[in-house]
């Protein structure tokens, strides 16, 4: 198991403090920043290990900066404190993206993030809970995630405890089932504590999610299912603020956030292959420039 | 194939699911952490009296396994200690991938209890039948498997899971069952229970049998003993991990193991047993179990058809001895 980097969970935990109370463009000034270098940090690990979801990953980014950078109420000096807010990465396989935020934040050394694939290394392909702090399970296969955010809710009604549960899916994984047995629960039970975030890139590993099996009207289907639905553009941190509020209705809130696959790197953006494509050297100099100066 | 000249046991028999139902209301009456997750299946799980003494922590999901096994890993990720219960060929077939990844290899403290299983649905087809489960299950690196094979060793079993944190599959029997543990025997995980045997001139074969079969090696025993030949019977009360020390001592002190499981022998007790056997000891074995899906019939007519019998595992004792079929 990763242990906490104590100074950088300190730094962060006080930067967190700070931004509650600071002006929203100071915050989201903030959240630009930290997006920033947990893709730089990515862009690296997969370029050491090349191997990884970086198209995924850059999607997902800027959700994973917005829970962490403002919204969860997590602390990397006490990662199990059972009171912690939950935020689940359904779509493990951009482990990437999830473990350079949770270096960010301190929940372990930013250095172990050179070890990433490597052998024994505790961040493997996918994110494990018994090896790295932060993460709540162990995804990989996908339709996980929201079943096990609804049960952890479940828990937290039950125990009266105001903690909230945030998931992360992929748009493509809104195919398998048990996400929608799990969408009937969370409704059918009333959580309104959890908040199902869809990472809208509209591609998945083999093409477009509407080429492969349409979602659309996607926001239609998920308020038929009894959810509060927030279609926003994801990469915009002022609406992911507002979409990760609490639930105004009293039912469980599904955010629709309109990514971009690739986000930051203009060879990559909306490009079915970087599924899982590794960058060449000068693919790596562009990328890097391109984030650098975003 | 045995002939059917079994005679019902004499003994009284027990229903485990009511053994279970009445632990787990104990165990909530002590723990408030302890819920019940069920797919529609208040009844067939029997908790419609766990339902009426705690409504708010019964959560029925509907008829949704996969969203069944993972809810039950995030309420043991919210602090709760949950029974997860639905129909043994549902659960484990239906939500196999969310048990490995979501109870298994994610360390949870999930309880998952099977009821039914084997082919206690009988006319309902092996659809219905639970015979692969054990082989599913004890695939998983580090979830436990337990087959509790009498009612009071179904309250032990689940009172050692709620105190033991781990993944576990109970395995809880449809048809009633006599007692068949010695008064008073607990629940050790990875410990099996030796039941018979203990002649003065030593054992000459052992028979490791799981839930509905022990108490028929127990009757093979009886009638094994009144020929002058002694039987170890071994309950195996946990298929994974497996009771090594007693496998390899039966391998070592007897001539040969049967092994009999109301199950599919590929990948089950029978091959658990067998693999340790043959990389150690090896000895001559007979493994009773199923080997195709059932034909159309009651429970009993199936356990008759694939010789899981009394008459049937004596059949096999003598054929471990050399003494060919009865």
Same mark, same amino acid.
């Given at each position: 198991?990763?242990?906490?980097?104590?100074?950088?969970?300190?730094?962060?935990?006080?930067?967190?403090?700070?931004?509650?109370?600071?002006?929203?463009?100071?915050?989201?000034?903030?959240?630009?920043?930290?997006a920033?270098?947990i893709r730089?940090w990515d862009l690296?690990m997969i370029?050491?290990?090349?191997?990884g979801h970086i198209g995924g990953d850059f999607s997902v980014t800027d959700i994973l900066t917005?829970?962490?950078?403002?919204?969860?109420?997590?602390?990397?000096?006490?990662?199990?404190?059972?009171?912690?807010?939950?935020?689940?990465l359904?779509k493990?396989h951009t482990a990437g993206a999830l473990y350079s935020t949770l270096?960010y934040?301190?929940?372990?050394?930013?250095?172990?993030? @050179?070890?990433?694939?490597?052998?024994?290394?505790? +961040?493997? /392909?996918?994110p494990? %809970? *018994?090896? #790295?702090?932060?993460?709540?399970?162990?995804?990989?296969?996908?339709?996980?995630?929201?079943?096990? @955010?609804?049960?952890?809710?479940?828990?937290?009604? +039950?125990? /009266?405890?105001?903690? %909230? *549960?945030? #998931?992360v899916?992929?748009?493509?994984?809104?195919?398998?089932?048990?996400?929608?047995?799990?969408?009937?629960?969370?409704?059918?039970?009333?959580?309104?504590?959890?908040?199902?975030?869809?990472d809208?890139?509209?591609?998945?590993?083999?093409?477009?999610?509407?080429?492969?099996?349409?979602?659309?009207?996607?926001?239609?289907?998920?308020?038929?299912?009894?959810?509060?639905?927030?279609?926003?553009?994801?990469?915009?941190?002022?609406?992911?603020?507002?979409?990760?509020?609490?639930?105004?209705?009293?039912?469980?809130?599904?955010?629709?956030?309109?990514?971009?696959?690739?986000?930051?790197?203009?060879?990559?953006?909306?490009?079915?292959?970087?599924?899982?494509?590794?960058?060449?050297?000068?693919?790596?100099?562009?990328?890097?420039?391109?984030?650098?100066?975003? | 194939?045995?002939?059917?000249?079994?005679?019902?046991?004499?003994?009284?028999?027990?229903?485990?699911?009511?053994?279970?139902?009445?632990?787990?209301?104990?165990?909530?009456?002590?723990?408030?952490?302890?819920?019940?997750?069920?797919?529609?299946?208040?009844?067939?799980?029997?908790?419609?009296?766990?339902?009426?003494?705690?409504?708010?922590?019964?959560?029925?999901?509907?008829?949704?396994?996969?969203?069944?096994?993972?809810?039950?890993?995030?309420?043991?990720?919210?602090?709760?200690?949950?029974?997860?219960?639905?129909?043994?060929?549902?659960?484990?077939?239906?939500?196999?991938?969310?048990?490995?990844?979501?109870?298994?290899?994610?360390?949870?403290?999930?309880?998952?209890?099977?009821?039914?299983?084997?082919?206690?649905?009988?006319?309902?087809?092996?659809?219905?039948?639970?015979?692969?489960?054990?082989?599913?299950?004890?695939?998983?690196?580090?979830?436990?498997?337990?087959?509790?094979?009498?009612?009071?060793?179904?309250?032990?079993?689940?009172?050692?899971?709620?105190?033991?944190?781990?993944?576990?599959?109970?395995?809880?029997?449809?048809?009633?069952?006599?007692?068949?543990?010695?008064?008073?025997?607990?629940?050790?995980?990875?410990?099996?229970?030796?039941?018979?045997?203990?002649?003065?001139?030593?054992?000459?074969?052992?028979?490791?049998?799981?839930?509905?079969?022990?108490?028929?090696?127990?009757?093979?025993?009886?009638?094994?003993?009144?020929?002058?030949?002694?039987?170890?019977?071994?309950?195996?009360?946990?298929?994974?991990?497996?009771?090594?020390?007693?496998?390899?001592?039966?391998?070592?002190?007897?001539?040969?193991?049967?092994?009999?499981?109301?199950?599919?022998?590929?990948?089950?007790?029978?091959?658990?047993?067998?693999?340790?056997?043959?990389?150690?000891?090896?000895?001559?074995?007979?493994?009773?179990?199923?080997?195709?899906?059932?034909?159309?019939?009651?429970?009993?007519?199936?356990?008759?058809?694939?010789?899981?019998?009394?008459?049937?595992?004596?059949?096999?004792?003598?054929?471990?001895?050399?003494?060919?079929?009865?």
């Amino acid at each position: 198991m990763l242990t906490t980097d104590r100074a950088t969970a300190e730094k962060y935990l006080a930067t967190r403090k700070e931004l509650a109370d600071a002006p929203v463009e100071d915050v989201i000034a903030a959240l630009t920043a930290m997006a920033t270098q947990i893709r730089l940090w990515d862009l690296e690990m997969i370029n050491r290990a090349k191997l990884g979801h970086i198209g995924g990953d850059f999607s997902v980014t800027d959700i994973l900066t917005t829970l962490y950078g403002a919204v969860l109420n997590v602390d990397p000096t006490n990662p199990t404190d059972p009171e912690r807010d939950r935020f689940i990465l359904s779509k493990g396989h951009t482990a990437g993206a999830l473990y350079s935020t949770l270096a960010y934040c301190g929940f372990f050394p930013q250095a172990e993030l @050179a070890t990433f694939a490597q052998a024994l290394s505790p +961040l493997n /392909g996918h994110p494990n %809970r *018994t090896k #790295v702090p932060g993460v709540e399970t162990n995804t990989g296969p996908l339709g996980h995630g929201f079943p096990v @955010a609804v049960g952890h809710a479940l828990a937290a009604k +039950l125990q /009266g405890s105001p903690r %909230r *549960t945030f #998931v992360v899916m992929g748009d493509g994984e809104m195919q398998e089932g048990s996400n929608w047995e799990a969408a009937m629960t969370a409704a059918h039970y009333e959580l309104s504590s959890v908040t199902a975030i869809i990472d809208r890139n509209r591609l998945q590993q083999g093409a477009g999610t509407e080429d492969t099996k349409t979602l659309e009207p996607f926001p239609d289907k998920l308020a038929s299912f009894g959810f509060e639905v927030r279609d926003i553009p994801g990469h915009d941190f002022a609406a992911l603020l507002l979409a990760t509020q609490p639930s105004t209705t009293g039912k469980p809130v599904a955010v629709i956030a309109n990514t971009v696959k690739g986000k930051g790197v203009s060879f990559m953006e909306n490009r079915v292959e970087w599924h899982h494509k590794v960058p060449s050297d000068e693919q790596v100099t562009q990328a890097v420039q391109e984030l650098t100066n975003a | 194939m045995s002939t059917p000249t079994e005679t019902p046991p004499a003994a009284p028999t027990f229903d485990c699911r009511k053994a279970f139902a009445e632990e787990i209301i104990a165990l909530a009456q002590e723990d408030p952490r302890i819920v019940a997750v069920c797919n529609d299946s208040v009844g067939s799980s029997n908790l419609t009296g766990f339902r009426d003494a705690f409504p708010d922590r019964l959560i029925n999901v509907g008829i949704a396994e996969q969203d069944l096994v993972g809810v039950g890993a995030g309420l043991a990720n919210g602090g709760m200690i949950p029974f997860v219960s639905a129909a043994a060929p549902f659960l484990t077939g239906r939500a196999l991938e969310q048990i490995k990844a979501d109870v298994a290899y994610s360390a949870t403290h999930v309880l998952l209890c099977g009821q039914s299983p084997g082919m206690a649905y009988g006319e309902l087809g092996p659809t219905h039948h639970s015979i692969e489960d054990l082989s599913w299950t004890r695939a998983i690196p580090g979830l436990r498997v337990l087959v509790p094979a009498d009612p009071q060793e179904t309250r032990a079993a689940v009172r050692y899971a709620v105190g033991n944190p781990g993944g576990y599959y109970i395995r809880i029997p449809r048809h009633a069952v006599p007692a068949v543990n010695p008064e008073g025997t607990g629940f050790e995980l990875g410990r099996s229970v030796r039941l018979a045997g203990h002649s003065p001139g030593g054992e000459d074969v052992t028979v490791i049998a799981i839930g509905t079969l022990v108490s028929r090696a127990l009757a093979a025993a009886e009638t094994l003993r009144a020929e002058g030949i002694s039987v170890r019977v071994i309950n195996m009360s946990t298929v994974s991990p497996l009771d090594a020390d007693a496998v390899l001592a039966a391998a070592r002190e007897t001539r040969g193991i049967v092994t009999a499981e109301e199950a599919i022998v590929s990948g089950g007790l029978g091959a658990a047993v067998a693999s340790l056997v043959v990389q150690n000891q090896p000895v001559p074995m007979r493994l009773l179990g199923l080997t195709e899906f059932a034909p159309t019939g009651s429970t009993d007519f199936l356990l008759e058809h694939f010789g899981l019998t009394a008459d049937g595992i004596v059949a096999a004792v003598r054929e471990v001895l050399g003494h060919g079929g009865a």
